[in-house]
């Protein structure tokens, strides 16, 4: 993928209740919407989290334009994510290999 990828954080907001950081990025690459693996990867590089405790919950790409809008939740550990997030979400979010193993 050439060109250099931009994620800004638009919102982040901490839910007490799950213990979760529910976050809003928007992503804009010259490329187009990078994979959900390399965008996992570049946002928990940028919040100094382990990628495993990053889940992304929806990328909303904008027709036309290069940018899209990713939401994120951050786990504390990953038995809290496992326990809160839904079990397709738990699924996309894993790498290719490991998903491949499974089947």
């Given at each position: 993928m050439s060109g250099e990828v931009q994620i800004e954080l638009v919102s982040e907001t901490y839910n007490p209740l799950v213990e979760r950081r529910e976050l809003?990025?928007?992503v804009s690459s010259p490329a187009g919407?990078?994979?959900r693996e390399?965008?996992?990867k570049l946002i928990s590089q940028l919040l100094h989290v382990d990628e495993?405790?990053?889940y992304m919950k929806k990328i909303i790409g904008t027709y036309g334009v290069n940018k899209?809008?990713?939401r994120v939740n951050v786990y504390k550990s990953v038995e809290e994510a496992l326990?809160?997030?839904p079990k397709h979400i738990?699924?996309?979010n894993k790498p290719?290999?490991?998903a491949k193993e499974e089947e």
């Open positions: 809003v990025f928007e919407t990078p994979k390399v965008l996992r495993n405790l990053v899209a809008r990713v326990k809160f997030e738990i699924e996309r290719k290999e490991e």
